[in-house]
């Protein structure tokens, strides 16, 4: 079964701050990974997908990057804005999406 | 391009009964699956169909079943409703194979009282 942490559960950073969000797996064998946001009572939003053969990806102020062979995926949001809090989560993609707990954040303006 | 829609966005139920939740996916995506979120248990995987085959499912019992259409419509089934089925029930779409990305809709929120 695979496993997926998200450190820490939950984050408070100043508006402009870079934040730095964490997704550790426990297969490395995996197929594509993908980041999410969700806002409360709200559905996923999709962010980023990494294909198991890239090492990064990019789409404006987000940066995700996939490192399997140590097992983490961690997604850089650069100069955050107010508007960028909401809870973050990881999942890994094969037949089915497996999700961590997810990292709430508050972006204070 | 329309996302996912899915019907209706808020349900009150009592235990005992059953209900029916619909998703539409992207057009053109013929890959559905469902989730269920809760605060306890986060996400978990209910089913997953593709050209209205089940090709996967989670460890649910057989209270929550499902089905696709020919037109990649998706519908939800949960009978004898428990107080545990209150949740938040999302549906995703993909293209092809369901390891391509992933897009949700926003949700249908279940209460059984």
């Known amino acids: 079964k695979q496993e997926v942490t998200q450190i820490p559960a939950a984050l408070s950073v100043p508006e402009g701050e870079n934040l730095v969000l964490n997704c550790s797996f426990t297969d490395s064998a995996i197929y594509n990974l993908q980041w999410f946001r969700q806002d409360p009572g709200k559905g996923l939003t999709s962010l980023l997908l990494i294909q198991s053969s890239q090492r990064e990806q990019t789409s404006g102020r987000l940066n995700a990057s996939l490192d399997k062979s140590s097992g983490r995926s961690t997604l850089y949001i650069a100069a955050s804005q107010p508007g960028d809090s909401a809870t973050y989560l990881c999942a890994l993609v094969d037949y089915k999406l497996s999700f961590g707990a997810g990292t709430t954040v508050t972006v204070r303006a | 391009k329309a996302g996912v829609t899915q019907t209706p966005r808020y349900l009150i139920k009592t235990r005992g009964q059953q209900v029916t939740l619909s998703c539409s996916p992207i057009s053109g995506h013929r890959s559905v699956s469902w989730y269920q979120q809760t605060p306890g248990q986060g996400l978990q995987f209910l089913f997953e169909y593709f050209s209205e085959t089940q090709r996967n499912k989670g460890n649910f019992p057989g209270r929550f079943s499902g089905r696709q259409f020919s037109n990649s419509r998706s519908e939800m089934n949960v009978s004898t409703l428990e107080l545990g089925d209150s949740a938040l029930y999302l549906c995703?779409?993909?293209?092809?194979?369901?390891?391509?990305?992933?897009?949700f809709g926003p949700g249908t929120r279940l209460t059984v009282l």
């Open positions: 995703a779409s993909s293209p092809l194979e369901a390891n391509n990305e992933q897009f």
